[in-house]
């Protein structure tokens, strides 16, 4: 009795065993195929290779970031037409921490054209109203010009005094001239880091310097500024030296203390 209470133990731990061993071979194939899928860029799939591998291992830290990462990704390319909330999954995508580096790049290249097609947008709208404003005021000359031969003497005065003025505001909000590689520095400096442990991407957005900060102490991106990982988006203002770090929760910016 007690053999073949044995064997049927022994059978019953090979059968176990042997299903364990195909549900890791299906859950590593699944991941390798949704890998593969990122680099080609057919983000439907991978999303489902990845749904597939935590079919297998439901609460794979793995499976589940990238799983994370590449809807996220879908959402903002649905989204298109909303730009700031496509630029706010996107933002997600790069910020996630150990996702894929094939897709952060493709992430930060389809963010740069979200951002520029919302400057021409508002360009264009600006560009509109400004020429609305300028026949309107083309319409109203003729009745201020009248006006305005009575009251040149006053009117030259203010005008005098009005460029005295703007002459001085100038002078005084450019008084400090903060180089981006200043602004870098400080920025690299509130963070919390080395300017040997991060890349930044910085760009001249007048009032501010917007930058993107990332690792380059990575396993899979330590050599490639395209895919590292990113430690945060911050911004840099020129007047007053404050520096504030992208909170994703609510998509506003706060400032470091």
């Known amino acids: 009795m007690k053999k073949t209470l044995l064997v049927i133990t022994m059978i019953v731990a090979l059968v176990l065993s042997g299903c364990a061993n195909q549900e890791d071979q299906a859950y590593d194939q699944a991941m390798k ?3 593969a899928a990122l680099v080609s860029k057919d983000y439907d799939a991978a999303a489902g290779y990845f749904k597939k591998a935590l079919s297998y291992k439901k609460k794979d830290q793995k499976a589940t970031i990238l799983s994370a990462q590449t809807n996220n990704f879908l959402v903002a390319k649905s989204m298109m037409d909303h730009p700031d909330q496509a630029i706010t999954s996107l933002n997600a995508v790069i910020l996630q921490k150990n996702g894929s580096g094939a897709l952060r790049k493709d992430a930060r290249e ?7 097609a919302k400057q021409q947008n ?3 709208t600006s560009s509109s109203q400004a020429s609305q404003s300028s026949s309107s005021t083309s319409s109203e000359s003729s009745s201020t010009a009248a ?3 009575s009251t040149d003497g006053s009117s030259s005065s203010s005008s005098s005094a009005s460029s005295g003025s703007s002459s001085s505001n100038t002078s005084n909000s450019s008084g400090e001239t903060v180089t981006q590689k200043q602004a870098e520095a400080a920025v690299i400096k509130a963070a919390g880091y080395t300017p040997d442990e991060v890349y930044v991407d910085t760009t001249d957005n007048g009032a501010y310097y917007s930058m993107e900060l990332r690792e380059n102490h990575t396993n899979d991106s330590a050599a490639d500024p395209n895919t590292a ?5 911050f911004r840099y203002y020129k007047s007053s030296g404050k520096v504030t770090q992208l909170d994703l929760l609510s998509n506003t910016y706060k400032e470091i203390k």
């Not at 389809?110 to 520029?116: H, N, Q, Y």
């Not at 990982?229 to 988006?233: E, V």
């Open 33 to 35: 195929k949704g890998q």
């Open 110 to 116: 389809l963010r740069d054209k979200v951002m520029a």
């Open 122 to 124: 508002a360009e264009g």
């Open 147 to 149: 006006s305005s031969s």
């Open 229 to 233: 990982p990113s430690a945060g988006f």
